[in-house]
């Protein structure tokens, strides 16, 4: 029992029918990027040219991230309200343009609510 495993059960409840559903917070993003030889946005462009303009729109942008030495990418989910009591409410598929963080390191959306943004995680 505890706040991890309740958070497991939480998002253990996104699942797809017809596959596995990893849902994972913004520390373990980072904690995968970190610790992957290298990660690239998902983009099939050729011209490079082409490509950094591309990548520049994709940063402006809601984006995922492949992490091809882990065979895996990882994709905006939404986020976990973590005030909400109701559980079939605390996780929404909102897209989060700005976040606040504080000296604590919690981070709240721009309705002052207190979130942990969440990714989905698929194989390649």
Same mark, same amino acid.
């Given at each position: ?30 904690? &995968? ?5 290298? !990660? ?7 011209? !490079? ?8 729109? /994709? ?7 492949? /992490?091809?030495? &882990? @065979?895996?990418?990882?994709?905006? @989910?939404?986020?976990? /309200? &973590?005030?909400?009591?109701? @559980? ?12 606040? !963080? ?10 002052? %609510? %207190?979130? @942990?943004? /969440?990714?989905?995680?698929?194989? &390649?």
């Amino acid at each position: 029992m505890g706040p991890v495993l309740a958070d497991a059960n939480l998002y253990s409840r996104e699942r797809q029918p017809g596959r596995s559903v990893i849902i994972c917070d913004l520390p373990t993003l980072v904690n &995968l990027v970190i610790n992957a030889n290298n !990660f690239e946005y998902p983009i099939e462009e050729k011209n !490079f040219n082409k490509y950094c303009a591309v990548l520049e729109d /994709l940063r402006q942008t809601t984006h995922g991230y492949g /992490l091809a030495d &882990l @065979k895996v990418s990882v994709i905006p @989910k939404g986020v976990h /309200l &973590l005030g909400e009591l109701n @559980k079939t409410k605390a996780i929404a598929d909102a897209r989060i343009d700005e976040v606040i !963080f504080d000296e604590h390191g919690n981070i709240y959306d721009d309705d002052d %609510r %207190r979130i @942990k943004m /969440l990714y989905e995680v698929l194989t &390649l």
